[in-house]
């Protein structure tokens, strides 16, 4: 049985951690197994990987350590709209999620479009006390109107970490040239929100049976499979010219974009994507009340009507999201792309709103889904239904975004001796009730709400300081 033994308190520099017989992952080494790990004062004292009769008995279902997750892609809402999100509070989200680093978007307000917004948000997270890395986007474009460039080098010189519309694509694929070339001279990625917004006007849901059924919108796939052709396309010509330039493809949820990209990556282009733990797991039938996940309706035309599988009322708001929650097929076209690595990296797209936001009829409802609490325990499930293996999942919330921010990211991953440590540990034999007290996250906007999800996350530490402590077992074994 696995010992993890502190002297912890919230938001101070660890003084002591003993972790005894537990599963170790490090992606950075490329090493999994059983180990042991010591932490004092902060820092990393010894990582022991255990082998022979020492690491009989231990498995990748109890106590878990690995490096502190890295999320590409958060809304925290500070500053403009601090009742659906704060900095504090969407950091103390993050380090129960078992997040140390957090990128968040520009889509405030204002938004991150000038170096001063951008020093204001650094200052709040500084001023939260939570040692969990607050980095930020730039915008595009002025106010995120997809017309004219921001001052993406001030932005820069600033710490901006790349640049996004996010909520919205770069409108123009001029812009979108513009940016790429403008952002490879500063060494930074486009984060691009793929979406031909020409096919999405009044969109509510995946466009197909479910959509059709409850009367709603359909949403294509062609609407993000377009942008991301369009987005692939801008760069190969971009890249001729200036091949430092980078375009990261956010928040993928089709079939068709999980290829493209695929094709992109094997023709040498400098394209990376993320795909969050929702479209790696729910699918559009949730809109009508089934609560399977996808591998669990995966079928040639599942019909969740036929399949008996509605156990819930249709039209929670909580589910509207953009990109909608799309087929099962899709799901799994998601899931094979985590496995062969044409997908890099899982980021959250935490998008915390109010409840007069979402308390509302469907389409009227703001698009996002509070998640970043939620993540690993949705990867959880994917990974003891066999859909993924647990290492690439820890690799896609670590290394992966670490691959992507580069030297933005300021300290490398990995459990490194003689480094502060920056992990977080979790029992993946435990489960913990998603509820309005559990969240630490203002937005309590999650289809998974009364849901026990896998994987309690006991401890985070970020940067040598605790982010995050389960007070009900600060000592268990
Ligand atoms: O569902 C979403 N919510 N998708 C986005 O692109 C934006 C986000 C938000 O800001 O709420």
Not at 267 to 276: E, I, N, R
Not at 312 to 327: E, I, K, Q, Y
């Amino acid at each position: 049985m696995a010992e993890v033994e502190a002297v912890v308190a919230p938001g101070e520099t660890i003084a002591e951690l003993d972790v005894t017989r537990a599963w170790l992952i490090d992606p950075a080494s490329g090493r999994e197994g059983p180990g042991e790990i010591v932490v004092e004062e902060g820092r990393v004292g010894a990582v022991t990987w255990l082998d022979g009769t020492e690491a009989d008995g231990i498995a990748p279902d109890g106590v878990i350590v690995a490096p502190g997750f890295v999320d590409l892609h958060a809304h925290f809402r500070e500053p403009g709209f601090e009742q659906a999100e704060t900095i504090a509070t969407g950091s103390a989200a993050a380090a129960h999620g078992g997040f140390t680093t957090v990128c968040l978007m520009p889509n405030t307000r204002p938004a991150i479009d000038e170096a001063a917004v951008l020093v204001a948000v650094g200052q709040a997270a500084a001023a939260s006390g939570s040692p969990v890395r607050v980095l930020a986007y730039g915008a595009v474009t002025h106010g995120r109107a997809g017309e004219e460039l921001a001052a993406l080098g001030e932005l820069a010189d600033a710490g901006a970490i790349g640049f996004s519309d996010d909520g919205s694509p770069v409108r123009s694929a001029g812009v979108l040239r513009n940016a790429l070339l403008y952002a490879a001279m500063l060494d930074l990625p486009i984060v691009d929100h793929p979406e031909e917004q020409g096919l999405t006007g009044g969109a509510e849901a995946n466009e197909g049976l479910v959509a059709t059924v409850l009367g709603l919108k359909g949403w294509p796939a062609a609407a993000e499979a377009a942008a991301v052709a369009r987005d692939i396309a801008v760069l190969a010509d971009v890249v001729a010219t200036e091949p430092r330039a980078r375009l990261h493809l956010t928040h993928l949820s089709v079939a068709e974009s999980i290829d493209l990209v695929r094709r992109a990556k094997a023709a040498g282009l400098p394209v990376t994507c993320d795909v969050t733990p929702h479209h790696l797991a729910l699918t559009d039938e949730w809109i009508a009340g089934a609560r399977r996940y996808a591998w669990q309706a995966e079928g040639v035309n599942p019909d969740p009507w036929r399949d008996r599988a509605l156990v819930a009322g249709p039209f929670d708001t909580s589910l509207r999201v953009n990109p909608p929650l799309r087929r099962p097929a899709d799901v799994m076209a998601c899931l094979a792309g985590l496995r062969d690595g044409t997908v890099d990296a899982i980021a959250t797209d935490h998008a915390p709103h109010t409840r007069v936001d979402k308390d509302v009829e469907f389409g009227l409802a703001a698009n996002g889904i509070s998640g970043i609490e939620t993540a690993l325990g949705l990867l959880l499930e994917a990974v003891a239904a066999g859909q993924v293996p647990l290492g690439r999942v820890i690799a896609a919330l670590t290394v992966g975004p670490a691959r992507i921010l580069g030297s933005r990211l300021p300290a490398p991953i990995g459990l490194n001796e003689g480094a502060p440590a920056d992990l977080m540990i979790f029992d993946a034999g435990d489960r913990w009730e998603v509820n309005e007290t559990s969240l630490r996250s203002l937005g309590h906007n999650s289809p998974l709400l009364g849901r026990a999800l896998p994987g309690r996350v006991l401890l985070t530490v970020a940067a040598g300081r605790v982010a995050y402590l389960d007070e009900a077992d600060p000592d268990r074994d």
